[in-house]
């Protein structure tokens, strides 16, 4: 059975419609933050997690909140008490977008 197009500009709306959608929808989860690497530091007297997320991450790819919870996640921290001497593993983010690939 042969299906007929009855409204070729509908037909054609349609398509651009679910093909922008595809590349949205595949745009935004190829796109991902993915740890590049570790950097050790050893926390000095009078720092916290925030003056230490202040100094260290890219404002252009996260919120700060966010990279203190990754500290946190990465070192096994249960709470954002930290210790002059302690030694963290601070995050480096590699921003990846598979659209470059294509």
């Known amino acids: ?6 409204n070729k ?6 398509l651009l419609v679910v093909l922008f959608s595809l590349i949205s929808i595949f745009s935004l989860s190829a796109n ?3 740890i590049d690497n570790e950097r050790t530091i ?4 009078g720092e916290t997690l925030w003056s230490i997320a202040e100094d260290n991450f890219d ?4 919120d700060i909140r ?12 249960k709470d954002s008490n930290i210790n002059s001497g ?3 593993k601070l995050p480096y983010w590699l921003f990846i ?3 470059a690939f294509i």
């Open 1 to 6: 059975m042969r299906y007929k197009i009855k």
């Open 9 to 14: 500009f509908r037909f054609t709306v349609f």
């Open 66 to 77: 966010e990279y203190i919870y990754n500290i946190k996640i990465l070192n096994n921290l």
């Open 42 to 45: 050893i926390v000095k007297k």
């Open 32 to 34: 991902a933050l993915t």
């Open 86 to 88: 302690q030694e963290l």
């Open 97 to 99: 977008s598979m659209v």
């Open 59 to 62: 404002y252009n790819k996260e």
